[in-house]
């Protein structure tokens, strides 16, 4: 019920009654006055006014999940949310849940990880009260080659809710980065259960810096926030709501096509390295092309100082600019 209140409050700007509260949910007025104070308590402000009713002033930057639940306009993604303070990975707790029967669309987050993971086992910073690190759980009907697309797909649908909400064009390092100014906001981890033809589950983790003032020294020269290059705090509840309506309209498409298809143009167009020369680090061995953009099963096309162009999958590989990060 708090989360029906809480999203009735945040739709409304003007003041809603404690009347119509209790006619709306079937409640008595007490237990109304009981979830105003437990809000309250976690940090929105609510404006009381006798004979006019309650309005919300302000609400805290938390993740719970009454807050995110109140911000969804999803039909599917985030119909079930765990969401933690903290905890070690919020890939780990979604992969848990899945193990359990776990529903298509649960959200799993977290505050802060304190064992936030990259690929090939690096560590992701998700430092407290300012970043987002959260998970999808998916069980799609695809084959298990087909999985490395769904990092696409978000990567995609956060460029451009992240576009949208910042009012600043943000672009991606393929397959799984996205960037302002050429920096990095998000990292993209996606997991999966399968066996040789048949996909159990799919999880896509994100970590998106989204509040901080400030990123570790070692990271400076490839990492920012979305605060430190547009100077505005956003609500992470907000951003979480946006990412997730974008993700379910792409993943739509995806299944509809099988593939990228119907968004290759528009992935390209969010491409830094289109049209640049890249060095790929491939581990069977590293070489350099002009990365022209990406094939409607994710691959990216580089063409070779020999005029050959090749296709490049993400799996174990990344991609530099020569003279740095893009
Ligand atoms: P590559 O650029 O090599 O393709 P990647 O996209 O595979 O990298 P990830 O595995 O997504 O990288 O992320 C891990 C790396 O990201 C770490 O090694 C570190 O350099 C960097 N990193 C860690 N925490 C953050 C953060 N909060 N914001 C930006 N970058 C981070």
Request: charged fraction near 25%; hydrophobic fraction near 35%; include cysteine.
């Amino acid at each position: 019920m708090k989360t029906e209140i809480l999203k009735l409050l945040q739709s409304s700007t003007e003041s809603v009654s404690g009347q119509e509260i209790c006619n709306r949910f079937s409640v008595s007025r007490t237990a109304v006055w009981k979830v105003i104070n437990q809000l309250k308590e976690e940090g929105y402000c609510i404006e009381a006014v006798q004979n006019k009713g309650y309005r919300i002033i302000s609400a805290p930057d938390i993740l719970t999940e009454a807050e995110i639940a109140s911000r969804l306009k999803t039909d599917w993604a985030g119909s079930t949310l765990s969401c933690k303070e903290e905890t070690d990975s919020t890939n780990t707790d979604c992969k848990k849940l899945a193990e359990q029967g776990a529903l298509h669309g649960l959200l799993c987050t977290a505050d802060t990880q304190i064992a936030g993971r990259g690929r090939r086992g690096r560590t992701w910073e998700s430092p407290k009260g300012t970043s987002i690190s959260m998970t999808l759980l998916l069980r799609p009907e695809i084959k298990p080659d087909q999985a490395p697309q769904l990092t696409l797909v978000m990567a995609l649908a956060i460029a451009r809710a992240v576009s949208r909400l910042c009012s600043e064009t943000c672009s991606i390092k393929w397959p799984n980065d996205i960037l302002l100014n050429n920096k990095k906001i998000c990292g993209i981890l996606t997991e999966m259960s399968a066996e040789m033809d048949y996909v159990h589950y799919v999880v896509i983790g994100c970590g998106i810096n989204v509040n901080q003032d400030f990123v570790p020294m070692e990271l400076e020269q490839i990492a920012t926030s979305i605060k430190m290059e547009t100077g505005t705090r956003n609500q992470r509840s907000e951003l979480i709501a946006e990412i997730l309506q974008d993700f379910e309209q792409l993943y739509q498409q995806f299944l509809s096509s099988g593939d990228l298809s119907s968004f290759v143009e528009e992935y390209d167009n969010y491409l830094v390295n289109r049209g640049r020369v890249v060095r790929v680090l491939d581990p069977k061995g590293e070489f350099e092309g002009e990365a022209l953009g990406i094939s409607p099963n994710g691959e990216l096309f580089v063409k070779t100082a020999a005029g050959e162009t090749v296709k490049v999958y993400a799996g174990e590989v990344s991609v530099r600019g020569i003279y740095g990060y893009v």
